[in-house]
């Protein structure tokens, strides 16, 4: 998985940034809510409420991957291309969020008597069309980073900062929304909740990317370079060993997470056998933690640098799934709970910055700003979350008998114990072990300083 790039670093000169990093951070709250509450919510609605078999769960979500190989990146090479006055980004995110928003309240609405395969095909239906415009969204959004602040220093800060904006919403959208669908607005055993909560995120979620989209100023110099066709570009970008490495490791932090949200409620109603509006404690301990250590781990991307950071935090992710593993009560998993905050809190600080080296070394070597396309063509990798989990979900039938929350099988604790704890650790451990091959070119120098090839990475 080595790739030692031989292309020149990207201009020390940086253009002017003329977006706040708060004004652009902000977005990432209205981009976060809507899918958290899906990954987070959608196994407990389905599956253990209405009580769709976990086969079909797993199907569903490979299938989508499929889809998702082939929309992503046409997606991001359709914003690329995008020329208005407005900017390129821009108009897609005006339209992505409301779509978001509607999609997201029509999966967590589906009509009463609905079962079997017809239950199934509303899933299938709702839930590709919500990971499609999220991939619109954060295809977009995510294109703004390297664009907009050129400098490692300011996109440090802007990456911190709209981190702490996702942990915000997470606050709201993970750790209150099992107190929100369960207690406040419905009950564990009904659906009114999950219902009244979609609506409640979608309006503050196109209502917060508005504000943000409203105050971004993209550079009108990234749509200059003259346009070229699809397949070469993806075929390029293919045939680039440190696309596939960053791609695939990155992937390991991105599942491991994807199966936490999707598996926390259900570890604390089986595993730890209390109701799941304790999970709020659980995931409101992790937030807090990840929230408190974000500005910590940029402290220390100053220091070493984002490459030798990441390594650190998928070796303390690890760590913090293991301590999980031995928990037996609210206490010792609120525990484990903490390393986990402070390990998700350095891959969130160091992850996307690794990725935007990338995208400067092609930008570099080609003089072309394709960021949508390449970064959905990461988001295929990304895509890959619904699929593993899916099937890792399917492999409780398997070894523990659970298939729904009908016929949960006579182990249901250890399965979700197993799943929230060892898939996870052994994803952590192949990334941490990849990312020791993994070279990046080194940032931008700032103005007032000089860098060295190595960078300290």
């Known amino acids: ?49 209405l009580g769709m078999d976990v086969r079909a769960y797993a199907v569903v979500m490979v299938v989508y991957a499929v889809i998702d190989a082939i929309d992503n990146p046409l997606l991001g090479y359709l914003s690329d291309r995008t020329r208005t006055r407005f900017g390129r980004r821009r108009p897609w995110l005006l339209l992505g969020a409301p779509l978001l928003a509607a999609s997201m309240i029509a999966l967590f609405s589906p009509p009463s008597g609905l079962e079997g395969m017809s239950l199934v095909l509303w899933f ?76 409640l995120y979608a309006v503050l979620a196109v209502a917060v990317i508005t504000v943000m989209v409203l105050g971004v100023r993209e550079n009108p110099e990234h749509s200059r370079p003259r346009r070229s ?47 799941v509006a304790y999970a709020f404690a659980l995931q409101g301990v992790v937030i807090l933690v990840a929230a408190a250590g974000l500005f910590g781990w940029l402290r220390l991307i100053s220091r070493i640098g984002a490459l030798r950071t990441w390594r650190i935090g998928f070796l303390v992710l690890g760590g913090a799934f293991a301590l999980l593993y031995f928990a037996t ?21 160091s992850n996307d910055l690794v990725v935007a080296r990338v995208l400067d070394l092609d930008a570099a070597r080609t003089g072309a700003h394709r960021e949508g396309l390449f970064l959905s063509a990461f988001g295929v990798f990304g895509r890959l979350n619904g699929a593993v989990t899916g099937i890792a979900l399917a492999s409780l039938g398997i070894f523990f008998g659970y298939n729904s929350g009908d016929d949960p099988g006579s182990a249901p604790g250890e399965a979700f114990r197993v799943y929230l704890c060892l898939y996870p650790l052994a994803l952590c451990a192949i990334g941490a072990i990849a990312s020791r091959f993994i070279r990046v070119p080194p940032p931008a120098a700032e103005p007032s300083t000089t860098v060295t090839a190595q960078e300290r990475t």
Request: charged share 10%; proline share 8%.
């Open 329 to 349: 009560c609210l206490p010792a998993a609120l525990g484990a709970g903490v390393v986990l905050g402070l390990g998700w809190a350095g891959m969130m600080a």
């Open 1 to 49: 998985m080595a790739a030692t790039p031989d292309a020149p670093s990207p201009p020390a000169t940086a253009p002017l940034e003329r977006t706040p990093p708060l004004r652009y951070a902000l977005g990432m709250f209205g981009t976060s809510i809507p899918i958290n509450l899906i990954k987070s919510s959608i196994v407990l609605f389905y599956v253990d409420i």
């Open 124 to 199: 299938a239906l709702f839930a590709i069309l919500s990971e499609l415009f999220d991939s619109m969204l954060n295809a977009n959004y995510g294109a703004l980073l390297p664009e907009l602040f050129p400098s490692e220093r300011r996109r440090g800060l802007a990456n911190v900062l709209r981190q702490a904006f996702q942990l915000v919403a997470m606050i709201i959208s993970l750790a209150l929304t099992p107190v929100l669908t369960t207690s406040l607005l419905g009950t564990e055993e009904t659906t009114e909740g999950f219902t009244l909560t979609a609506i």
């Open 229 to 275: 066709r699809l397949l070469p570009e993806v075929l390029h970008i293919l045939r680039s060993p440190l696309f596939w490495a960053v791609g695939l490791t990155s992937a390991c932090y991105g599942i491991a997470l994807a199966i936490v949200l999707s598996g926390v409620q259900l570890y604390v109603r089986y595993t730890l056998e209390l109701p």
